[in-house]
C-alpha cells in the first residue's frame, strides 16, 4: 500500500460504482479504497473494506491503515428514503459527514461530499437557479444537504479543511441498482422500457427536473477535486448542471429506440418532492471557477443508458 491513498464510501452505490474505476484508472488500483457498509459487487477489482460511516473509531482504523489523504465520502441516504426514515437520514447524512470532517482535521484530509438540488426548496427561485439563493428544504434530505454544506464550509473557514462539493441533479447510470431516491424513475423507466415494454410513471408528464449522466457527474466530481484551491470561490457546494427534461420528454427520447413503449403517469408521494425542486439550474460559477462542461445532451444520454440497461439485463 502506497501513502496517499483515497478513500471512498458508499462505493458500490450509483456514483461510487463508477467512481472507483474512474480514481483507479487515474491513479493506480493500489490508491483507491472502496469502502462499504455492507454491498459488494462479486465482480471488484481492487481494494475494498467494510465499515460503517456513523462508525468513528473504524473510519480512523482505515485511514491509518491505509494512510489515505483523499475521502470521496458519498454514503447517504436520498429524498424518497429520508422521508420514509428521517431519523436514520439524519443520522447517518450528518452523523456520517461530521465523522469524516472531524478526522478531515486530524488527518490533513482533502473531502469530496456531494450536496444535491435537493438542498433548494419550494421557496427558491426555480428557473435558472442561481448559485446564492434561498434555500429552504422541506424533506430531511434536503435539510441535511444544507446543514452539510454550511458544516463543509464552517470547517474550511475554521480548520483549514480543504472540503470541496457539488449540488448533484437526477443522476442517470446504469451500473448499480438505482437509490431511494425521486429523479430515480429517469433509471427505473429504462428497465421498465426494456423488460415490459411499459412504465408506470410516478411524476406527472410535464415535471421538469436537473438532471446529468453520470460519465459527466464523475467527470465533473474529479475534475472539482484537482482544481487549484485558489480558484474555488465556494466552499459550501456549487450548482452543477448538465441537462433538464421532463418525463414526456424523456419518453419521446425513448421511443425513437423503441417506438412500441408506452408509459401511464400515476404521480405518487414523490411528486411533492419534484415540485419543490428546481427545473434548471444555472451553474456559472462551476464553469467559470473550474471550467465544467457537460458532455451529454438527453439524446446521448438516452442512448447510452438504454443500451447499457439492456446489456445488464442479458447479461
Ligand atoms: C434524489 O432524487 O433523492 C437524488 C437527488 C436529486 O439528490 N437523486
Given amino acids: 500500500m502506497t ?15 463508477e467512481l472507483v474505476p ?22 471488484f477489482i ?7 460511516v456513523t462508525d468513528f473509531a473504524r473510519l480512523e482504523e482505515l485511514i491509518k491503515q491505509y494512510q489515505i489523504n483523499t475521502i470521496y465520502h458519498l454514503a447517504g441516504i436520498l429524498s424518497v428514503g429520508g ?13 456520517g459527514l461530521k465523522n469524516v470532517l472531524d478526522l478531515a ?4 484530509l482533502k473531502v469530496f461530499w456531494p450536496s444535491s438540488i435537493a438542498a433548494f426548496g419550494p421557496t427558491t427561485p426555480t428557473q435558472n437557479t442561481p448559485q446564492h439563493t434561498v434555500l429552504e428544504p422541506s424533506t430531511m ?22 472540503f470541496r462539493s457539488l449540488r448533484y441533479p437526477g443522476l442517470n447510470a446504469y451500473k448499480a441498482d438505482p437509490g431511494d431516491g425521486t429523479t430515480e424513475y429517469a433509471i427505473h423507466i429504462f428497465y ?27 467527470n465533473g466530481s474529479i475534475q472539482l477535486m484537482e482544481a487549484p484551491a485558489e480558484k474555488l470561490t465556494v466552499r459550501t457546494s456549487y450548482n452543477f448542471s448538465a441537462i433538464s427534461f421532463t418525463p414526456a420528454e424523456l419518453v419521446a427520447a425513448i421511443q425513437k429506440i423503441q417506438p412500441d413503449f408506452t408509459v401511464d403517469y400515476q404521480p405518487n408521494h414523490t411528486q411533492a418532492i419534484a415540485d419543490s425542486w428546481p427545473k434548471t439550474i444555472d451553474d456559472g ?22 443500451e447499457g440497461v439492456k446489456e445488464k439485463i442479458k447479461a
Fill in 46 to 52: 481492487g481494494i475494498l473494506d467494510k465499515g460503517d
Fill in 192 to 218: 421498465a422500457a426494456i423488460k415490459d415494454g411499459h412504465y408506470v410513471c410516478p411524476l406527472k408528464p410535464n415535471t421538469r427536473l436537473p438532471m446529468m449522466y453520470m460519465d459527466d457527474a464523475i
Fill in 83 to 95: 422521508e420514509k426514515n428521517p431519523q436514520l437520514a439524519w443520522d447517518i447524512n450528518m452523523g
Fill in 3 to 17: 501513502k496517499n491513498s483515497i478513500l471512498v464510501t458508499g462505493a458500490f452505490g450509483l456514483v461510487g460504482s
Fill in 105 to 108: 482535521v486530524k488527518y490533513k
Fill in 285 to 306: 460559477v462551476a464553469r467559470q471557477d473550474w471550467g465544467w462542461q457537460e458532455k451529454f445532451d438527453l439524446e446521448k444520454m438516452t442512448k447510452a443508458l438504454y
Fill in 141 to 162: 434530505y434536503g435539510v441535511n444537504k444544507v446543514a452539510g454544506e454550511l458544516l463543509g464550509q464552517y470547517y474550511h473557514l475554521k480548520y483549514d479543511v480543504d
Fill in 22 to 43: 474512474a480514481l483507479q484508472k487515474k491513479y493506480g488500483q493500489d490508491k483507491v479504497i472502496a469502502l462499504a457498509r455492507k454491498t459488494m459487487a462479486d465482480d
